[in-house]
């Protein structure tokens, strides 16, 4: 299982946080206004499944701002079967209309919010509906935080220490230009 709903003391879990921005560009309905809200889960699981509040004002262009927090394993990120899935409704009295998806495998997510150091991103997907990617872009950020793994045998980043290293160098440059002092460290 992707989620650690229980963490035992020989399992790793990482936080994977999520923030829903907004959508834009939405297929319209015909007959109505939009008002569109979104699902969050990893790989369909209904227990993690989250949903954005509805946006009634904004039409095919949503945002909603919306944050989760999720404890995923280590296997989450190691392979390509564990999946972010954003699904998007329309919201109607007659019954809500499917609007379309995007699917990310959280190891592709991992590797790159792991190239930027900060582990975090904010990313943009185009929205599908069945084999149509023409539905849309949905825009999120996220971050992952915790015990970080190396995926498909790659050596850790240089990350560690990486605020630090730009600490020294504002230091080494403040100092040069204030006091006119060159230090090495």
Same mark, same amino acid.
């Given at each position: 299982m992707a989620c650690c709903s229980k963490p035992q003391a020989d399992m790793d879990c990482t936080e994977f946080k999520i923030n829903l921005i907004s959508a834009r560009n939405l297929k319209p309905g015909k007959f109505f206004s939009m008002?569109?809200?979104?699902?969050?889960?990893?790989?369909?699981?209904?227990?993690?499944?989250?949903?954005?509040?509805?946006?009634?004002?904004?039409?095919?262009?949503?945002?909603?701002?919306?944050?989760?927090?999720y404890a995923i394993d280590e296997t989450a990120v190691r392979h390509d079967c564990t999946a972010l899935i954003i699904k998007l409704y329309c919201q109607r009295w007659i019954g809500d209309r499917y609007i379309g998806e995007v699917h990310v495998s959280l190891k592709e997510l991992y590797k790159r919010a792991r190239k930027g150091c900060s582990f975090s991103n904010t990313v943009e997907y185009s929205v599908r509906k069945g084999s149509v990617f023409s539905?849309?872009?949905?825009?999120?950020?996220? !971050? @992952? &935080?915790?015990?970080?793994?190396? $995926?498909?045998?790659?050596?850790?980043?240089?990350?560690?220490? !990486? @605020? &630090?290293?730009?600490?020294?160098? $504002?230091?080494?440059?403040s100092l040069k230009f204030i006091f006119g002092i060159d230090i090495t460290i």
């Open positions: 008002q569109v809200y979104a699902t969050v889960s990893i790989s369909d699981d209904p227990s993690s499944k989250k949903q954005t509040p509805v946006d009634d004002q904004n039409g095919i262009n949503p945002a909603w701002n919306f944050t989760t927090v539905m849309g872009k949905v825009r999120f950020s996220y !971050g @992952f &935080r915790g015990t970080l793994v190396n $995926v498909d045998g790659e050596k850790p980043s240089s990350c560690n220490g !990486g @605020f &630090r290293d730009v600490a020294i160098v $504002v230091l080494k440059v």
